[in-house]
């Protein structure tokens, strides 16, 4: 089955610590995206990359840091300077077709930071 | 700045009758605009897109409309059942990547 695989579904963490969010996709995109989704906020974009080796920061950047080493694997690292990081993330991936981009999302991960 | 709006009131409709979501936008013209499912706890799915140039698009239950004149995009989904509870959001292309707005959440009563 093709699509994107994010890990894991919940996660813990104290205060102060870094941690690492994974998302891989297997549908052969080239751009791939990370969202926050806070209650009544909406999506929020946090970086993006269109191909592999580059990233661009989105919206909400600060307190963040991503790689793109693999077209298939986006990582997102939560720092200990993004000083409201509970949330649901989101990653997604885009095809392009005839100047349309669709997105396909991955299933989340909800991040509690204690 | 570019932006997509949702009416961020949940909206509650009858089983059977016809529910219509509405998008508006700001600031710039989006080439098509899209709309996507999210059920409480997933990530969103997309449903229909329509392009500027297209008065409306449907798909099974659902329609999608563009008026570029008044800068909006209605969803309609036609015979709702309760299985149709949930988010719905609508997105457009910026200049760099897609905006998306704050989703509208669709409760069906039995």
């Known amino acids: 089955d093709g699509g994107i695989t994010q890990s894991p579904k919940y996660l813990f963490r104290k205060e102060g610590q870094n941690v690492t969010l994974s998302c891989e996709q297997n549908?052969?995109?080239?751009?791939m995206y990370w969202y926050r989704q806070d209650p009544g906020q909406g999506l929020r974009l946090i970086y993006y990359s269109q191909i592999v080796n580059d990233f661009q920061k989105g919206d909400i950047a600060e307190g963040y840091s991503v790689s793109r080493e693999k077209k298939e694997s986006f990582p997102l690292t939560v720092t200990s300077a993004q000083k409201n990081p509970t949330a649901f993330y989101l990653c997604a991936s885009t095809v392009t077709s005839g100047g349309i981009n669709e997105q396909y999302f991955g299933p989340g991960t909800r991040l509690t930071v204690t | 700045s570019q932006k997509i709006e949702q009416n961020s009131e949940a909206l509650n409709i009858q089983e059977g009758k016809t529910a219509t979501l509405t998008c508006n936008y700001t600031?710039?013209?989006?080439?098509?605009l899209q709309w996507y499912r999210q059920d409480p706890g997933r990530g969103p799915v997309f449903l229909l897109l329509?392009?500027?140039?297209?008065k409306e698009k449907r798909k099974e239950r659902l329609k999608v409309t563009f008026d570029t004149t008044l800068k909006q995009s209605l969803f309609h989904i036609t015979a709702s059942q309760p299985a149709d509870s949930a988010t719905y959001l609508c997105?457009?292309?910026?200049?760099?990547?897609?905006?998306f707005g704050k989703g509208t959440r669709l409760h069906i009563l039995p």
């Open positions: 329509i392009r500027e140039n297209e």
């Open positions: 549908l052969n995109h080239d751009a």
């Open positions: 997105a457009g292309r910026g200049d760099d990547k897609i905006i």
């Open positions: 600031n710039y013209s989006p080439a098509y």
